[in-house]
C-alpha cells in the first residue's frame, strides 16, 4: 500500500556521477554505530602490521610530517546518500607502504571504539586510498572521524573506516563490523555490492 | 489461517481524525483494525510508503489512555524532517499508512502501580507521559505525581489547557522565550531546579531529546535517586 | 550523532524475539552490568542498529537487514533474561 502524499526528502536523478540507487546530498551525515572516541594526540598511533615485510608505526608528530596529498573525491555511503567534490588532506596509502610489501591479499582497517572493516589489498593501493586527518580546509571534526580516517572513496563509504588506528594485513579476508552483519566484503558502489552475494 | 494479529505485524492504520495541539504539532486518532488497546507510556511504530516505492520508518508516543480506545498520537513537527511534516501539514482523514505494536514494557505505567511518580519532559517527551497522566485521571487515581515540561515558548507547550485540570501539579520551564508577565523559570533543566521540584523518593520518568535526559538523569543520580528508579525514553529526529 | 535507547529497538527486534525486548534483562559480557535493554544505548548507524551496554559501552547486541536476511548477533551478551510464568 501507499500513503497518498509521501515522497522522499531527496531528488534522486541519475547521472554520470551517481552511481545506481544514490541521491546527491548537500549535507554530511554523522552515522556512527557506537560514540566518538576520545584519544588524544600524544597518545595515537598508526599501525602497519600483520602479514607485512616490516611492521612499522607512526606517533601523530612523525604521521604530520609524512607527504601529504588533498584529493578531491566523490563519496558514497551504502544508505544511498553521495556526495560530490569532497576535499581532504592526509596521506596517500601507498606512501605508508613504501618499500614494504604486502604478504597478503586482503587488509583489515581497525579503529577506536573497536570497529573494523576488511578491503582486497589492491583497493587500498595504487592511488586509491588515504589516511586523512583533515576536511573541507580544516581539521578532520571527531564526529566525522577525526583525528584521521581511512578514505577509500571507490567503494562505500563504510569502507572508509573513522577514527582510524591501522591496517592489518592477512592472506584471507576476515569480515569486519559491518560485513559480519551481511554487508560485502568489497563494496563497489558501480557493481552496487552492498550486501553479501550481491 | 490464524486471525490473530500479533502487534509485530505491519497493518494498516486509517486517520480518523486530526486536530492541531501547537503551530506545528497534531494529533492523529487512528482506526487500527484488531486494535487491543495499550498500556500509558508505549509506542506505536508507523512507516509510509511512497508511490516509486520508498519507505520510511518512525517511532511516535501514543498520547491516549488505554481506556480512551482509538489510539491517539501526537506527533511534533521537525525543521527539515521527512515524515512529521507529512503527520503535521499533509495528513487528512481517511489516510492509510502502516503500524506496527505497541511496543514498550519498561517505559510504562499502570494506575496499579502505587509508587510516587514524578514525571519530566523535554519538548515533545510529555507525549507518552501525557498519556500516564490521561490514565491516572481516568483511574481516579491518588497515587502522588507531578510533571516538569521543559519548553522552548508558550507556543510549544503540547496539552496547555489540558495539563491545567490534569490533576497534578505541573512546572513548566521556557528556554527561549517566556510568556509576558511569566514569573516560573526560564532556563534549561539544572540540578537547582530538580532539587527544587522534583519528586524523591518514587520512581522518575523522563522523556524527550537524547541530550535532556541524559542530562537530567544524571543530575538525579547525583541528587541522590537510585538509577533503577529512574526510566528513560529518548526521542530521535525526523 | 545522538544515540537512543532500548525502547527504540523494540519494534525491530519484536520480530526476532517473542517476549518484550524493553524489559529484557541483559548482562553484559564486557563488564558484568546487568540491566534492561530499554536502558541500553541504541545507535541507528543506517546501516544496522548497535545496542551498547550504558555502563561500558561495549556491543550487547547488533542487527542489519539486507539482501533479504536480518542478522543478528548477540555475543555481547551473556545471558538474557525475562520474567516468566511457571509452566
Redesign the interface.
Known amino acids: 500500500m501507499t500513503t497518498r502524499g509521501f515522497h522522499r526528502k531527496r531528488d534522486t536523478t541519475p547521472g554520470d556521477r551517481l552511481p545506481p540507487g544514490q541521491y546527491l546530498e548537500r549535507g554530511f551525515p554523522v552515522l556512527s554505530a557506537g560514540p566518538t572516541p576520545e584519544t588524544a594526540l600524544d597518545e595515537w598511533t598508526f599501525r602497519i602490521a600483520g602479514a607485512v615485510e616490516e611492521e612499522r608505526t607512526w606517533t601523530w608528530e612523525e604521521f604530520q610530517a609524512l607527504e601529504s596529498e588533498t584529493p578531491t573525491v566523490d563519496i558514497h555511503c551504502v544508505t544511498t546518500w553521495s556526495k560530490f567534490d569532497t576535499t581532504w588532506e592526509g596521506v596517500s596509502v601507498d606512501t605508508l607502504l613504501e618499500g614494504v610489501e604486502p604478504l597478503g591479499g586482503y587488509v583489515t582497517a581497525f579503529s577506536d571504539g573497536g570497529y573494523t572493516t576488511n578491503l582486497p589489498v589492491e583497493d587500498i593501493t595504487g592511488g586509491r586510498a588515504w589516511v586523512v586527518y583533515g576536511f573541507d580546509g580544516d581539521d578532520l571534526e571527531p564526529e566525522h572521524g577525526g583525528p584521521a580516517r581511512l578514505l577509500v572513496p571507490h567503494l562505500y563509504f563504510w569502507k572508509s573506516a573513522k577514527w582510524v588506528r591501522g591496517l592489518y594485513f592477512r592472506e584471507e579476508d576476515d569480515p569486519g563490523f559491518w560485513e559480519t552483519l551481511g554487508y560485502h566484503d568489497r563494496g563497489d558502489p558501480w557493481l552496487e555490492q552492498r550486501y553479501q552475494g550481491d | 489461517m490464524s486471525s490473530v494479529i500479533r502487534?509485530?505485524d505491519w497493518r494498516?492504520a486509517t486517520v480518523a481524525a486530526i486536530a492541531p495541539e501547537t503551530p506545528r504539532a497534531a494529533t492523529l486518532t487512528l482506526d487500527v483494525p484488531g486494535w487491543d488497546g495499550h498500556r500509558a507510556g508505549q509506542?506505536l511504530?508507523v512507516r509510509?510508503?511512497?508511490?516509486?516505492g520508498?519507505r520510511?520508518q518512525r517511532?511516535y508516543s501514543i498520547a491516549s489512555a488505554p481506556e480512551d480506545g482509538r489510539p491517539m498520537i501526537t506527533v511534533e513537527e521537525l525543521f527539515?524532517g521527512?515524515?512529521s511534516p507529512?503527520f503535521v501539514q499533509?495528513?487528512r482523514e481517511g489516510?492509510?499508512?502502516?503500524v506496527?505494536?505497541p511496543?514498550?514494557?519498561?517505559?510504562v505505567w499502570d494506575a496499579g502501580d502505587t509508587e510516587p511518580i514524578m514525571l519530566i519532559a523535554g519538548g515533545s517527551g510529555l507525549v507518552p507521559l501525557m498519556s500516564m497522566l490521561r490514565h491516572r485521571r481516568n483511574a481516579g487515581s491518588e497515587t502522588p505525581a507531578k510533571l516538569l515540561v521543559s519548553a522552548r515558548e508558550a507556543d510549544d507547550v503540547l496539552y496547555a489547557r489540558e495539563l491545567e485540570r490534569i490533576g497534578v501539579e505541573v512546572v513548566l520551564t521556557y528556554t527561549r522565550r517566556a510568556p509576558r508577565d511569566w514569573t516560573g523559570y526560564t532556563r534549561r533543566v539544572d540540578r537547582a531546579m530538580l532539587q527544587e521540584v522534583a519528586l524523591f523518593g518514587g520512581r522518575t520518568y523522563i522523556c524527550g531529546?537524547?541530550?535532556f535526559?541524559e542530562t537530567v538523569a544524571n543530575h538525579l543520580v547525583a541528587l541522590g535517586e537510585a538509577p533503577a528508579q529512574i526510566?528513560?525514553?529518548?526521542?530521535?529526529?525526523g | 550523532m545522538d544515540h537512543l535507547d532500548g525502547n527504540a529497538a523494540a519494534g525491530e527486534l519484536s520480530e526476532v524475539f517473542a517476549l518484550d525486548v524493553t524489559t529484557a534483562v541483559a548482562t553484559c559480557a564486557g563488564c558484568g552490568t546487568t540491566g534492561p535493554l530499554a536502558q541500553a544505548m541504541v545507535y541507528e548507524a543506517g546501516m544496522g542498529t548497535v545496542l551498547r551496554c550504558p555502563a561500558c559501552d561495549s556491543v550487547l547486541l547488533r542487527y542489519a537487514r539486507g539482501g533479504g536476511q536480518l542478522r543478528v548477533e548477540m555475543r555481547g551478551v551473556t545471558v538474557l533474561r525475562w520474567r516468566s510464568e511457571p509452566r
Open positions: 502487534a509485530t494498516v509506542h511504530d509510509l510508503t511512497a508511490e516509486d520508498y520510511a517511532s527539515d521527512e515524515v507529512w499533509v495528513a489516510d492509510e499508512f502502516e506496527r505494536g511496543f514498550g514494557g519498561w517505559f531529546p537524547t541530550t535526559v526510566r528513560t525514553e529518548r526521542f530521535g529526529g
